[in-house]
Each structure stands twice: as structure tokens, then as C-alpha cells.
């Protein structure tokens, strides 16, 4: 499979670093977007071509663009982090790049070679180096590949045209005022995938689903729902955006991969980071009854929720139909902060990268 180069056509009127540093002040998340985006077509016959650094722009789209109406779309999200000596790196996007393949594939989409994303990331991350905010805090770049299909048409099928575009947004800390558990409510009557849908792949529709039910946990006074399984509605699979972890003294369990859940790249991070540390760790499965059993005679000591945006988020309440508990006396637990700064210790430099995870840019 070949990979097209791509070529720099980089802006002659970038913010200046004026307006630059002004927006890394306090760049909120997905709020500011960096001064370039990065393109590559595909198309039947030809394959992955035309690959290009250019400025940030709208896009123009037809209106029976086939994304439009059938929803052929995927996305993933890495972040890019100073390192102490002022060099840049990006956190595992080889994992990213080998799940954006999969989620390519379970929606009849063109599969990009994994060095096409990685170097795409790093055209754009090079090139707009100085939105990688300063060392020193938990900041970052927050980086969006993602692709959807470009053909002009109504007919249901897998499009002969895509587009792959990365973008590049600059993201503060996640908890500007200090780590705060969050309420979740346990989602009985919506679901999010179905075994043999496309829970495992990372696209728009997943997130979509979720919606209705996200805006019910807020009105239950929660910060987040808690997906369950579609059948019985009993076993855990995942929090909103994030995978699930739960503490059992020195053990920590999350969600088995069943395919109707997300494997995300922090989830399996975490999984040999928590070995590294002296904590045996695995999947499995969690039923709601369990969760709050374990939780009233104490076996069960924490639960944190991961994810690229937040790294790692305690869970400090639950709420259901059947009732709510305290989880960890609604404070923050040892083992979640110890991870969790291990991880970020991991991605900004301040400690040994021993299992290779951190891609140099220089």
C-alpha cells in the first residue's frame, strides 16, 4: 500500500503569538484550533493520494454528500504533550492509528496505513509546534484525525470517495480546579451498541446514541451515564465517553472487551501501568448488583473512569432507578491518583517511558 507525502502549504497569516499565547492561557478543551489541518484522499481506483499540510478552513460540502445521510464516519483523538526539554511527543499514536484501521473496517471504509496517520499527526504537530502549550502543567495539544466519506450521491452503499483530515485543538487541564469525582447514573433504559453493532469502533453514530440518555443522567443530577449491556442490563460496560476501572484493594478490573464497548488506548495503557506498579489488573465482568454490594461491604475501594481528555476521573456517587451510593466516601482514592499521575508522569516527561509508549518529534 503506498503512502503519499505530504506537502506543506502552510498559512502566510498565522495568529500571531500574541493571539497565540492569549488562547493557551486558557484554551478550554475543543474551544481553539491550531493555524493548519491535514488532508488525504482516497479514491476507488487510486487509492490514498493528494496528501497536504494547508491552513485551517471550512470545508464545502455537497448536500447529498453520502457522510450526510448514511453516516460512513470515524474519528479518534491522541494528544501531543512539551516534554522537560522543550521537545514534543504524542502519547501511543501507533494504538490509535491500528484502531482507526478497525473502525475503518467495521464501516466498509478504506483502512489508512498506520504510517499515513502517524505522519500526518506529526506534519501537524510540527508545524504548529508553538500551540503545544509550555511544560510544567497537565496542558496539552488535543489532536483530531478523523474521515468520512466525500462521494456525491443517495445510494445506499459504501461511498468510492473519502477524506481524512487531522485537526489540532489546544486543551487545558481537564480539572482546572483539582480532581472532583463525578455522579453517574446507570443507564437502564437506553443502550449504547448491541453485540455485532459497532460499539468497538470509534464513530459519530456511537455518540449520537448516547445523547438522549447523557441529557437523563443530567436531569437525574449526575455528570455522566453509565452504559450497561443491551440484553439484560446488568453488566457494566462504560462511562460516556470513558472505560470503566474498579479497585479491589490491589487489584483493579475493568470492563472485558465484548465488542460493544470502546478499547481505549488509556484503558489498555493502564492495564500494564497498574502491573508496573506492584497492582495485579484484568478484565472482567461487573454487574450492577455487584458494584453496589461490593461497594456497601467494602472489597470494592474505588472506581475511576479513563480517557484520553481526562486522563483518569473518580466516580464519587451512583445513582440508579433502584437507589444511589457513595462510592470511596465521595473523595478521590490512592490507587486512582497513584495511576493517574504515573500516567501523566509517563506523558510529559517526568518519568521512564519503559514500555515505549511516547512518539519523539523533537
Not at 460512513?72 to 501511543?92: H, N, W
Not at 473502525?103 to 505522519?119: C, H, K, Y
Not at 459497532?198 to 443530567?218: C, I, V
Not at 499521575?341 to 512518539?359: V, Y
Amino acid at each position: 500500500m503506498t503512502t503519499p507525502s505530504i506537502e506543506l502549504k502552510p498559512s502566510s497569516t498565522p495568529l500571531s503569538d500574541a493571539e497565540r499565547e492569549a488562547i493557551l492561557a486558557n484554551p478550554g478543551f475543543g474551544r481553539h484550533f491550531t493555524d493548519h489541518m491535514v488532508t488525504v484522499k482516497w479514491t476507488e481506483g487510486r487509492g490514498w493520494h493528494d496528501a497536504q499540510l494547508t491552513p485551517y478552513a471550512p470545508l464545502s460540502i455537497d448536500p447529498a454528500n453520502m457522510t450526510l445521510h448514511y453516516a460512513q464516519e470515524i474519528f479518534e483523538g491522541l494528544k501531543a504533550y512539551r516534554r522537560p526539554d522543550g521537545s514534543v511527543a504524542t502519547f501511543r499514536p501507533d494504538a490509535n492509528a491500528r484502531r482507526f484501521q478497525l473502525s475503518a473496517r467495521r464501516l466498509a471504509m478504506p483502512e489508512l496505513p498506520v504510517e499515513t496517520f502517524i505522519d500526518a499527526c506529526d506534519a501537524l504537530v510540527q508545524q504548529d509546534k508553538a500551540w503545544v502549550p509550555e511544560h510544567g502543567g497537565e496542558a496539552s495539544l488535543y489532536l483530531r484525525p478523523f474521515m468520512f466519506a466525500n462521494e456525491v450521491g443517495l445510494g445506499v452503499r459504501p461511498a468510492n470517495e473519502y477524506l481524512f483530515i487531522v485537526i489540532a485543538s489546544p486543551a487545558g487541564p481537564y480539572f482546572p480546579g483539582g480532581v472532583k469525582p463525578v455522579s453517574v447514573w446507570l443507564s437502564e433504559n437506553y443502550v449504547r451498541a448491541v453485540p455485532g453493532g459497532m460499539g468497538f469502533a470509534k464513530t459519530g453514530g456511537n455518540y449520537a446514541a448516547s445523547l438522549l440518555a447523557q441529557a437523563e443522567a443530567a436531569a437525574k443530577g449526575c455528570d455522566q451515564v453509565v452504559w450497561l449491556d443491551a440484553l439484560e442490563h446488568r453488566t457494566v460496560e462504560e462511562m460516556g465517553g470513558m472505560n470503566l476501572y474498579f479497585v479491589y484493594g490491589d487489584k483493579i478490573v475493568t470492563p472485558e472487551l465484548t465488542g460493544s464497548l470502546l478499547a481505549g488506548i488509556t484503558r489498555d495503557s493502564l492495564l500494564s501501568l497498574a502491573r508496573d506498579l506492584g497492582y495485579e489488573s484484568a478484565e472482567g465482568r461487573i454487574t450492577t448488583d455487584q458494584w453496589k454490594r461490593d461497594t456497601e461491604n467494602g472489597s470494592l475501594t474505588e472506581v475511576f473512569a479513563c480517557g484520553t481528555a481526562a486522563v483518569i476521573t473518580p466516580v464519587g456517587t451512583v445513582k440508579s432507578t433502584g437507589g444511589e451510593w457513595t462510592q470511596s466516601n465521595g473523595e478521590p482514592g490512592k490507587v486512582t491518583m497513584e495511576l493517574r499521575k504515573a500516567l501523566l508522569d509517563i506523558q510529559t516527561g517526568k518519568a521512564e517511558d519503559k514500555h515505549g509508549w511516547m512518539h519523539e518529534l523533537g
